[in-house]
């Protein structure tokens, strides 16, 4: 039997978090919803460390580039050298439309890069193409 999809949302800022849960409702996506305001929480989350309950597989992790304490680049820095997290499906999702942002993320084994403009429409537009994404993909569960 095929386990649903869990999302680790890594986001600092509270109304991109809203816009993401709107959208999550709006497509009637019910798939539980994990936050993280940083790369170290994230990182605590997937490990379970520090009180922290852990996030039973299958996840994709929705990443932010810019954040306070542990960015997304460094996130991914560490979770691509740890031999039991290295294959984690991660998509960034970020205000970053620099191509050296774009290269060093995709250097990384990203899922995709998704730049966030109009947010609102921007999260309904990616969240519709990850829900295709893992009704169809298999995940690996964790």
């Known amino acids: 039997m095929r386990k649903e999809a869990q999302l680790l949302l890594v986001e600092d800022d509270d109304i991109d978090i809203m816009g993401i849960k709107r959208a999550l409702k709006s497509l009637k996506i019910a798939n539980s919803l994990h ?24 996840f994709i992790v929705l990443l932010d580039l810019n954040m306070p304490r542990m960015g997304g680049l ?16 991660i998509f960034v999702m970020t205000t970053s439309s620099d191509e050296q942002d774009i290269c060093a993320a995709y250097s990384k084994n990203i899922a995709g890069y998704i730049v966030k403009s109009n947010a609102e429409e921007s999260f309904l537009e990616a969240l519709g193409l990850l829900e295709h994404y893992w009704r169809i993909i298999e995940l690996p569960v964790k």
Not at 35 to 58: F, S
């Open 35 to 58: 936050i993280a305001k940083d790369g170290v929480q994230a990182l605590e989350i997937i490990r379970g460390e520090n009180g922290q309950q852990k996030i039973q597989g299958p």
């Open 74 to 89: 460094e996130f991914l820095d560490v979770i691509r050298n740890d031999e039991k997290l290295k294959s984690t499906v």
